[in-house]
């Protein structure tokens, strides 16, 4: 399912995005758009590396990969200083959980004082999902991961709702924007802020979707059904993009 | 004239691990440049005994699978230093490795225990929880973009610096960050304090007996690291002469005042990236995050690779050699695939 993933998240990056990536299946988005319909798009990531040409999947968000042909090498703070400046167009996340208006937790399952997990954290997660004009996530569709409000916000969406960014002081206009899972397509109602299905992925049906979602789902009235990979997408990802399979092997034990 | 006051609108409840201060440190380096132009050349073992101590605030350059010095986290863990608090944003084996060893007391946390694409080794995870909820590790919370920002902070000799990020997280409740109102626009921005380290150790690829030292690729957080510590380890791929520093000063990173030692070290940075010299050793962070699977294996591990070796370049032939070294620069260079 990670395939699939990562090709219905690569069709929604245009020719010339500016997009910040996080490790894993935003990296393998990337790289198939680049190597698909947008070979002029600008990676960026946050160890030092603008706009590489990626010639093979990056094995993190600073090993050479991501600065291989690049346009210009720098230091982190010059990355984090051109999210500031307004020149990130997109921010590009995966997280461990998620919630209805957007917001994502990689830090602690439970309570922060007694945890039951502890996950990595922020990486550069939450400037990017603040900084950046408009976030994506990336995130497997299950009711654990989908829930009514995380148990930490790292990286914060629309926090509890309308104009709630902009009252904690972050730049206005940024905020998340389209979410991709293994069974759904969806963005976020501009009113409400609250996420909302927009496409429902190939043999997935609304019931599978609602099932797995542990809060209430707007649903889109123009809801479509995502076209299924093409061969091509599926050759380049597995073949040029991700032969040793490193991020793609990770669907059958993925186990957070 | 009524005092005015810029009001602290909130704060986090996080702690600040390193008390170092602008105007110590600037009293420090007032000393320390009389070295700038002395040889500074020693072996790693010297190099770590002689400046980093326990209980020291250590800065460690490279991030996440790049030009990390694994010769000098190796050889802390055998000289068993202890409670050392670590700037952590973005750490990966380096991090990994002195916590299992035992070496860690405080951390700023930006990412831990994670190996990105490879996933987090499960021993790691483990203490890293116990250690964290019974308050046997010190935690404050930040990100990457605040980690970058604090060491800057301190390269460029002020107590804090004012960002855009944090606002809305809960890692800000947990952090030492404060969010004021800025006295010129009028809007809220956070203010994350300097990190002045005690130490900090950063691999390049060559650098002169003095330490004026060149880097390629990603920068990481280096440029700040090396400028805001009381005491800086360089290790070294090679050891080349001050002329050939001047023929490409554009190129030098870290000029010499920074400096108190220089380690050659070639392959210093493995399993980890070398920019333009060898990739990432994918096949041995597999070893290692099975290995970290269970503490038995774990042990196992930092005995064939760590303890069981006296130096780097023993270590080299326990994960393949010259064969290996040689198979992960035709990786770097897009020879084999």
């Known amino acids: 399912m990670i395939e699939l993933m990562a090709i219905v998240a690569s069709r929604e990056i245009e020719d010339r995005a500016i997009i910040y990536i996080g490790t894993g299946i935003p990296m393998l988005a990337a790289s198939l758009a680049q190597n698909m319909h947008a070979p002029n798009i600008v990676p960026v990531f946050e160890a030092g590396g603008i706009a590489p040409q990626m010639p093979t999947l990056p094995l993190s968000v600073g090993c050479s990969r991501t600065t291989y042909r690049a346009i210009r090498t720098c230091d982190m703070p010059e990355i984090f200083e051109m999210a500031q400046l307004g020149i990130a167009h997109y921010g590009f996340l995966g997280g461990a959980q998620v919630d209805q208006y957007g917001n994502i937790n990689s830090t602690v399952k439970g309570r922060y004082e007694a945890p039951t997990v502890r996950w990595p954290g922020s990486g550069g997660a939450n400037a990017f999902g603040s900084l950046c004009w408009r976030t994506m996530i990336i995130i497997n569709h299950e009711k654990r991961r989908f829930v009514e409000k995380v148990d930490f916000i790292t990286t914060p969406g629309y926090i509890d709702g309308p104009g709630a960014r902009e009252k904690a002081g972050l730049p206005p206009g940024t905020g998340p924007y389209k979410v991709f899972t293994d069974k759904a397509l969806l963005d976020f109602e501009e009113k409400t802020k609250r996420m909302r299905l927009i496409g429902l992925l190939p043999g997935v049906t609304l019931d599978d979707v609602m099932e797995n979602t542990g809060f209430e789902l707007l649903i889109s009235d123009t809801l479509k059904k995502v076209p299924p990979p093409t061969k091509e997408e599926l050759k380049v990802l597995r073949e040029k993009v991700d032969p040793h399979r490193i991020v793609l092997s990770r669907g059958d034990k993925e186990s957070q | 004239m009524a005092k005015k006051v810029i009001e602290i609108l909130e704060e986090g409840s996080g702690k600040i691990f390193s008390k170092i201060t602008p105007n110590e440190f600037r009293e420090h380096m007032r000393e320390k440049v009389k070295n700038a132009w002395r040889d500074k050349r020693m072996d790693i073992k010297t190099a770590i005994g002689q400046f980093v101590h326990d209980g020291d605030y250590l800065t460690m350059g490279g991030v996440s699978f790049i030009r990390l010095s694994m010769v000098a986290v190796h050889e802390i ?154 005491r800086l380890i360089i290790t070294t791929e090679r050891i080349i002469d001050t002329e050939e520093i001047r023929l490409s000063p554009d190129r030098t990173l870290i000029p010499c005042f920074y400096v108190d030692a220089v380690v050659e070290i070639p392959y210093g940075a493995h399993p980890t990236n070398m920019p333009g010299m060898y990739y990432v050793d994918i096949n041995h962070m597999k070893e290692y995050i099975s290995a970290a699977r269970d503490q038995a294996g774990l042990e196992k591990y930092y005995n064939k690779h760590i303890f069981g070796v006296e130096h780097f370049k023993e270590y080299l032939k326990t994960i393949g050699g010259k064969k290996k070294l040689k198979y992960l620069e035709d990786l770097e260079h897009l020879r084999v695939r």
């Open chain 2, 77 to 230: 863990i055998r000289q068993k230093k202890k409670n050392l608090n670590l700037a952590a944003g973005t750490r990966t084996y380096d991090f990994n490795l002195l916590l299992d060893a035992g070496c860690v007391k405080n951390i700023d946390c930006g990412y831990i225990t994670g190996m990105e694409i490879f996933g987090i080794p499960y021993v790691t995870r483990k203490r890293a929880e116990r250690m964290i909820t019974s308050g046997e590790m010190g935690i404050s919370e930040y990100d990457n973009a605040s980690m970058a920002f604090r060491h800057k902070a301190a390269a460029m000799g002020i107590p804090f610096l004012p960002i855009r990020n944090m606002m809305g997280a809960d890692g800000f409740k947990h952090s030492a960050a404060k969010k004021i109102r800025c006295p010129f626009t009028g809007e809220e921005v956070i203010l994350v304090p300097a990190i002045y380290a005690d130490v900090c150790i950063i691999h390049v690829h060559r650098c002169d007996i003095y330490g004026n030292s060149q880097i390629e690729g990603a920068l990481n957080e280096d440029l700040g690291k090396s400028k805001s510590a009381k």
